[in-house]
């Protein structure tokens, strides 16, 4: 729970870094509760076909921590906040956002930040790049 809360401490804050355990584990609770509140929506008559009241109203409240956290996303990638547009291309867009989504992140720094998991690895730096990392 505390990724997800760390990102609605950050809720407009589009610049830095997002881990991808950040993303992802904001993504899958973002799912749990949202499905939640659609049952609850059932429950108590407040469903139509476009989605529940209360579902309505969370997605809203959670509608800029979710564009800040993919754009940071995107950012630990090293690409602009602006590819995030891509993905209003049908499916090709879609395939290709969730795909840098899922791509580890640049070791070190970059031109949006320091590294989100530099503290994990110690924060050293190792000739010709950090283990594991795809070179640039």
Do not use: C
Request: proline letters at 5%.
């Amino acid at each position: 729970m505390q990724w997800y809360t760390d990102v609605i401490k950050k809720y407009v804050e589009f610049s830095g870094r997002a881990r991808r355990k950040e993303f992802w584990m904001f993504v899958l609770i973002n799912a749990v509760i949202s499905i939640a509140l659609g049952l609850v929506d059932r429950a108590i008559g407040t469903y139509s076909s476009g989605g529940g009241l209360l579902q309505g109203i969370y997605g809203l409240a959670v509608l800029l921590p979710s564009i800040a956290v993919a754009i940071r996303r995107l950012h630990d990638t090293n690409r602009s906040g602006w590819w995030i547009l891509i993905g209003l291309i049908p499916v090709v867009g879609w395939i290709i956002v969730i795909v840098w989504y899922a791509t580890e992140g640049n070791a070190g720094d970059n031109r949006y930040g320091p590294d989100p998991k530099a503290s994990e690895r110690g924060g050293a730096t190792f000739p010709g790049g950090e283990p594991g990392y795809p070179q640039a």
